[in-house]
T-cell receptor, first 115, second 112 residues
Framework: DAKTTQPPSMDCAEGRAANLPCNHS???????VYWYRQIHSQGPQYIIH???NNETNEMASLIITEDRKSSTLILPHATLRDTAVYYC????????????????FGTGTRLTIIP | NAGVTQTPKFQVLKTGQSMTLQCAQD?????MSWYRQDPGMGLRLIHY???????DQGEVPNGYNVSRSTTEDFPLRLLSAAPSQTSVYFC???????????FGNGTRLTVT
């Protein structure tokens, strides 16, 4: 499995865009990049994922570099409710339905939105 | 759909006691997994399963057993609880690989 590296903490002003980086320099061609967040002690919540193209949904945008060695999660207009720990992971899918499912999370980035 | 349901929400055990943490999902997900989270740390994978009858070890499997007799349920067993197993435990499930994980709300376990 590819490992990911994230900064331990970041601050962002309320209403501004929050840009969270993730390095995955050993990512393989069939590995997806996933982002999750964990608010307080709740179970992590899925945000977005992508393979090589940039992706956008109602929560965030995901920008993946052309060499796929890093990505950035963008929360376009951060609110206080976006204060959370954000995890970037990679997940491989090989074979028919099952891949290497040993999904490991790092310690993530603690994002604090400042009023 | 109820999603991923974990029971109990809280549990206190004495050293040496055994117990089973329950996890059930009603989304017909093939993949299920257990994580533990200690204060200030990320999630560490304990065991996972890619389908009924199939289980495998994660990063920190020692002291824990699992089985997957049905698609819906993936219980985690502590045979002889130790204080080092004090943690918050999360169960997760998804469709086949490359699908988002759905997490339960966690079980907070204290071993004294």
């Amino acid at each position: 499995d590819a490992k990911t590296t994230q900064p331990p903490s970041m601050d962002c002003a309320e209403g501004r865009a929050a840009n969270l980086p993730c390095n995955h320099s050993t990512i393989s061609g069939n590995e997806y990049v996933y982002w999750y967040r964990q608010i307080h002690s709740q179970g992590p919540q899925y945000i977005i994922h992508g393979l090589k193209n940039n992706e956008t949904n109602e929560m965030a945008s995901l920008i993946i570099t052309e060499d796929r060695k890093s990505s950035t999660l963008i929360l376009p207009h951060a609110t206080l409710r976006d204060t959370a720990v954000y995890y970037c992971i990679v997940r491989v899918a090989v074979g028919s339905n099952f891949g290497n499912e040993k999904l490991t999370f790092g310690t993530g980035t603690r994002l604090t939105i400042i009023p | 759909n109820a999603g991923v349901t974990q029971t109990p929400k809280f549990q206190v055990l004495k050293t040496g006691q055994s117990m089973t943490l329950q996890c059930a999902q009603d989304m017909n997900h093939e993949y299920m997994s257990w994580y533990r989270q200690d204060p200030g740390m990320g999630l560490r994978l304990i065991h996972y399963s890619v389908g009924a009858g199939i289980t495998d070890q994660g990063e920190v499997p020692n002291g824990y057993n699992v089985s997957r007799s049905t698609t819906e349920d993936f219980p985690l067993r502590l045979l002889s609880a130790a204080p080092s197993q004090t943690s918050v435990y999360f169960c997760a499930s998804s469709y086949h690989g490359s699908s988002p994980l759905h997490f339960g709300n966690g079980t907070r376990l204290t071993v004294t």
